[in-house]
Structures are given as C-alpha cells and as structure tokens.
C-alpha cells in the first residue's frame, strides 16, 4: 500500500497556473505508474493524465492536452501536474493514485486500475 498527499491547489483566474504536488509514502514509489484524477461536483470522477513507473511515457485526456504537463521524481517520490492556461472547466477535486499493477509500460486511464488514493486537493478556477 502507498499513501499519497496532494498539495498545490488553491484559486485561481482563467488563464493562470497552478502545479500540484503528490508527495508518496510506503510501497517502492518508482515501480508504479502513477495518475492524477479530478471529480467536478456532481460529476462522476474523471481521467486527468498519467505517467508510467519511469517517467518515459505519458498520457493526457483531450481536455488537458497541451496545457497539463505530468512528471515525477523517483527519488523524491513525488509526481506533479503543471496546470497552465486554466479554464473555469478545470475547477474540480484533483486526486493522485498510484497503479495496481508493477512497471506498467503504458500508462492507464481506467479508474479501477488504480488501489491507492489520495485525499484530494481542491482546483478552483474563476472567470
């Protein structure tokens, strides 16, 4: 089992910037593709972007490809998502998680793949 925190969220205007932060504790972090999640109210919970165990392949959902930039740091056990050009849309709960499943070559999407959740850091952005 792995525990996350996420950090980095705050309120901000369209068009500006946030990086987000998910800092890991536990089971060995470098083996596991990690993932960043968001849940807008009322909204089911929704695929943001992901990076496998190395950091060599990436995957973005359409909405975010272009602004959002992933990237981790073995050593520190943290993964990050750069959010640039944010839009009012963008507003949501951002979660990280961390893969089920070892050395995962390419990322993942799916939302049961993941078994361990942070608790949450909250995007607003205003327009």
């Known amino acids: 089992q792995v525990q996350l925190v996420e950090s980095g969220g705050g309120l901000v205007q369209a068009g500006g910037s946030l990086r987000l932060f998910c800092a890991a504790s536990g089971r060995t972090f470098s083996n596991y593709a990690m993932g960043w999640f968001r849940q807008a109210p009322g909204k089911e919970r929704e695929f943001v972007s992901a990076?496998?165990?190395?950091?060599?392949?990436?995957y973005y959902a359409d909405s975010v490809k272009g602004r959002f930039t992933i990237s981790r740091d073995n050593f520190k056990r943290t993964v990050y998502l750069q959010m640039n050009s944010l839009k009012p849309e963008d507003t949501a709960v951002y979660y990280c998680a961390a893969d089920s499943r070892t050395f995962r070559v390419v990322p993942t999407s799916l939302v049961y793949e993941y078994d361990d959740w942070g608790q949450g850091t909250q995007v607003t952005v205003s327009s």
């Open positions: 990076i496998n165990w190395s950091g060599g392949s990436t």
